[in-house]
Structure formats: structure tokens, C-alpha cells
């Protein structure tokens, strides 16, 4: 039976076509076209990614879903474009944060709050940190 080869880093992991053949059939990945499936693979993704000893196809279906996932949000949920300090803003309000919440990432409370209000422009190591933080591409706070 041929295995697929796969590379991690420096490590070659063997993906065991058998029981990734398995995994599939389980749960059936597909294109997401609706929120209810949007739901269930993100279930089923936090479901892999919160266990323990994950076999190289789960890892494998793992990744598969992610892809999944972000295509569907891409394209029903478009991040809508604003400015460095609006996207921050936006972040904030979603995730519920206060300033306070973000003074380990940037340094103080008033350089947070003069980022949020366009006082001051975002350096490349605060928005390497912010995209960090949020886990959201660099670009939303103005650097490439």
C-alpha cells in the first residue's frame, strides 16, 4: 500500500492512507456553504486541536478543516477595510477587551489607548504583536 509522505519541518511523517481514508468516511469534510456546517467543523476542529497525542491524520484532517473554514468565512464574513485604528477597535468591541487587556502586548494602557484613537501610528513590532494577539494578518494594523 503506497503512503503518502509528508514534511514537518525537518521531520518526514508517514500519513497512513487506511486511517485517513477512515477519518474521512467518519466525518465526511466538504465544501462549507452554510452556517450549520460552519458550525459543526469548527466543533470538530476544536475537538482535534484540544487532543491529546493527535495521530499525523488528524493532524492532517485538522488542517483540512481550517482551510475549509476560512473559505467559507472569507467569503460570507468579509473583514470589512478601515483604518490601523479601527480594525483595532473593531478587535477590541468583538473579543469584549478593554484597553487594560492589551497592556502586556503593547507596553501601557495611554499606548493603547492613543493607538485606538489615531493619536499615534502603529510601529511594525506593535502590529507583529497585535496580529499575534489577535491572530489576524499583519495587515490590519498597517505594515506588511
Given at each position: 500500500?503506497l503512503?503518502m ?9 508517514i500519513l497512513?492512507?487506511k ?7 467518519k ?13 459543526q ?6 475537538e482535534?486541536?484540544?487532543k ?15 482551510v ?7 467569503q ?8 490601523p ?6 478587535l ?6 478593554k484597553p487594560?487587556?492589551l ?14 484613537e489615531?493619536k499615534?501610528?502603529?510601529?511594525q513590532?506593535?502590529s ?7 491572530n489576524?494578518d499583519?495587515?490590519?494594523f498597517?505594515?506588511?
Amino acid at each position: 500500500m503506497l503512503n503518502m509522505i509528508r514534511k514537518v519541518g525537518k521531520m518526514t511523517l508517514i500519513l497512513n492512507p487506511k486511517s485517513y481514508g477512515q477519518l474521512l468516511a467518519k466525518y465526511q469534510p466538504k465544501v462549507i456553504t452554510t452556517e450549520d456546517e460552519n458550525e459543526q467543523a469548527i466543533a470538530l476542529a476544536n475537538e482535534l486541536e484540544h487532543k491529546a497525542n493527535r495521530t499525523i491524520e488528524e493532524d492532517t484532517l485538522l488542517e483540512l478543516l481550517i482551510v475549509l473554514i476560512e473559505r467559507f468565512e472569507e467569503q460570507y464574513y468579509p473583514i470589512p477595510q478601515g483604518t490601523p485604528n479601527s480594525m483595532l477597535k473593531h478587535l477590541m468591541e468583538s473579543n469584549n477587551y478593554k484597553p487594560e487587556d492589551l497592556i502586556e502586548v503593547i507596553g501601557s494602557r495611554q499606548k493603547v489607548l492613543e493607538l485606538m484613537e489615531g493619536k499615534d501610528s502603529f510601529s511594525q513590532s506593535q502590529s507583529e504583536k497585535l496580529a499575534d494577539f489577535f491572530n489576524v494578518d499583519i495587515d490590519f494594523f498597517g505594515n506588511e
